[in-house]
Structures are given as C-alpha cells and as structure tokens.
C-alpha cells in the first residue's frame, strides 16, 4: 500500500512536471506550434541531457547532488531532501527527472516523459523503453503488465491508461537495484515514469 501510494505521489508531481513541457505531438502540429510560439530568453539555449547510461545502470544512487554529474543550467531545484533536472532525455524521449536524497545521498530517482497526447506514439515510445531497459540489464524483456478496472471490449487498456483508471508497469531488478517501468495517463493524456531504487528501498 505505502508504494501504491508513493507512485500515485509521484505520478502527479512527473505529471505536473510533464505538464510544463512540450507534448509529444506530430511533426506537421510540433513546427505549427514552434513557429507560433514565444520562447523565453534562455530556453531555447538549453541543451537536453541524456540520462539513459547512467539512469539504467543505477550510476546515480548513493552520488551527493553536487557528484550526480548533471548540468547546472538544467536544474530547476536542488536542497538537503530533492534534486530536480529539467531538460532531459532517457532513450528518445524527453521529459524531467527528480532524485531524492536521504542522508545528504541520492536513494532513488524518477524520471518522467513529456506528456503523450497520441495513444499510439505513447504505447510505442512505452514498449520502445521497455526494450532498452532490458538491453541495458542484459536480461529478458519483462512484460508490460495493465493494472486497474478491466477492458470491457469496447473501451480497451490502453483506452482506460489515458483514462486515468489503470497503468502499464513491469520492473526489472539487477544486482544492487531496481528499475520500475510504469505508463500511465489522466485527462486524456499519458506519460511514461521510470523509477530507479535500490533492492532494500521498498524494505522501510
């Protein structure tokens, strides 16, 4: 129940987060919008950092903020409990990431894709994701499993993600950690969370 609930804690602040960015949309409505949009000074001069090496090979866990290896210009909030980075990319997508520190040491970490308005590019970017993990681990590509109220044949899982009443998720565990893959939505929009702990973080 305490991990239920510490996703769902999670799930809203990513999505939030999410929120913030830009949403995964065709390439025809992606330059309609650029071409309209007024970019803030600064912004347009921030490169995104790719976390994936580190992220999936469990690099960042038991790292001070300061060691973690990331950008300045990219984080958007750091003190004793919380680093956040913006700006950042696991795989080919894009989204923010948020570390937790426990003891002045990172403990585990988040990472939270833009939000994904076209079902079809977020199930393909979740399945895109889940491979890469299993690549990164060296192990079998684990499956994606949906949690929550049941497809009734007319609206499907996928349907009831974007829906906000279920998830995919599957985890992969190495030897001194865990990665949790999970695809969830509300309000009609979907985004993919990826979760780095520690084997005993789930213990207390």
Known sequence: MKKMIYLAVCALALLLLAGCG???T???ESQSAASNAIIPSGIA?????????AMLKGAYLGKTSENAGVKAENVFVRDSTMLGVDYVSLGDIKGSFICYLSGGKISSCN???????NKTVFYENL?????????????QEAELKFVGTAADGEVSELDKVFDGKGIFTTEYRAETYTITLNGMGVNAAATIVVELQPVNGGSE
């Open 22 to 24: 830009t949403p995964e």
């Open 45 to 53: 001069d921030i490169e995104y950092m790719d976390i994936t090496d």
């Open 26 to 28: 065709s390439t025809d």
């Open 127 to 139: 399945i895109g994701i889940n491979k890469l993990v299993a690549k990164a681990l060296n192990i």
């Open 111 to 117: 990472f939270g894709s833009a939000a994904f308005e």
